[in-house]
């Protein structure tokens, strides 16, 4: 589907009566609904079968937009004016009068935010007076999705909308930062861990534990649940070999990230060749190993939790 006027109208109007609808970001595609409708978000749990204590993260056009839900902080605003609209998410705490349903925080006095780039959604995101709650468009535990294909893979006739906007530029979730209280990045992302530390030249850990707290921290994640080993230097013979360097011996269980050790490129084909390799019904996948650095780790990240499917 074409993301002309028509289109974008057709999928407001589809929000207004509390449905669900496929929306592109620069991450992954997200699927949507109106953050203040408990009747909307209890949907996209139904839809996507994810546990109920596991937050959504809201997507806002604006600052002014953002103001009526959240209490607004000078490191928050230091973010957000360097990187948003774009690949990172934000904790803040919610304002007692907020219309977000309680749905979304898990009854938290917490709410993840962040400002999508995608023209599309933004186009989308400016025509609405209420927020959308939007994670991931695909089965919990199952691959993100990066493109309207994938979406219409996981949900087939069950969701209303996709709205087109193309393949995913980054490819991965959004980084997740904890900007109430002490500063903690929650979850590796689209936005490097060190650039972020970097900008604001602030010690800031990285909280894998917190299961929770917000969303993508579940132990098995983004999984094609297929069996998956890391850090292989020679595949089983009929085992899916996924490589980030060009090899001289070509094979047809070979599938690559990048050819060049092109790490940002190598994150943004990850879904993609999860996908592709469950579509070619390989019953297990090895991973050659990925230097734990910029979006390699997240990349280790990613299929670490995928390879936690039993």
Avoid: W
Avoid at 103 to 130: E, G, W
Avoid at 134 to 143: H, L
Avoid at 286 to 294: L, Q
């Amino acid at each position: 589907m074409k993301n002309n006027l028509s289109n974008i109208k057709k999928a407001i109007k589809y929000l207004n009566k509390n449905q669900c609808v496929g929306i592109p970001t620069e991450t992954v595609y997200g699927l949507a609904a109106n953050a203040y409708s408990s009747v909307a978000t209890a949907k996209i749990f139904k839809l996507k079968k994810r546990p109920k204590q596991n937050p959504l993260i809201v997507h806002y056009f604006n600052l002014k937009m953002l103001k009526k839900d959240c209490e607004i902080n000078e490191l928050f605003l230091k973010l957000y004016r360097r990187y948003s609209p774009g690949p990172i998410s934000y904790i803040l705490k919610l304002k007692k009068n907020s219309l977000i349903s309680k749905n979304v925080t898990n009854k938290k006095k917490t709410l993840a935010v962040r400002f999508p780039s995608h023209p599309t959604t933004r186009n989308l995101l400016k025509k609405l007076n209420y927020p959308l709650a939007a994670p991931s468009a695909n089965i919990s535990t199952k691959i993100s999705p990066v493109s309207k294909k994938d979406v219409k893979d996981e949900f087939g006739k069950k969701i209303s909308l996709i709205l087109d906007g193309g393949q995913s530029k980054i490819g991965v979730e959004s980084t997740i930062v904890n900007l109430v209280d002490k500063p903690q990045i929650l979850r590796l992302g689209g936005l490097p861990k060190e650039e972020i530390k970097k900008y604001l030249n602030l010690k800031i850990n990285y909280d894998k534990k917190s299961k929770f707290k917000s969303p993508g921290q579940s132990k098995t994640h983004y999984s094609p649940h297929i069996k998956l080993r890391l850090n292989i230097k020679n595949p089983n013979q009929n085992e899916a070999f996924i490589l980030i360097r060009k090899r001289k011996k070509l094979n047809t269980n070979y599938f690559y990230l990048s050819k060049n050790n092109n790490l940002k490129e190598a994150a943004k084909n990850l879904y993609k060749t999860l996908r592709s390799i469950k579509k070619n019904k390989f019953k297990s996948i090895a991973v050659e190993k990925i230097p734990n650095e910029g979006f390699g780790e997240v990349i280790n990240d990613r299929l670490k939790r995928a390879s936690n499917f039993k």
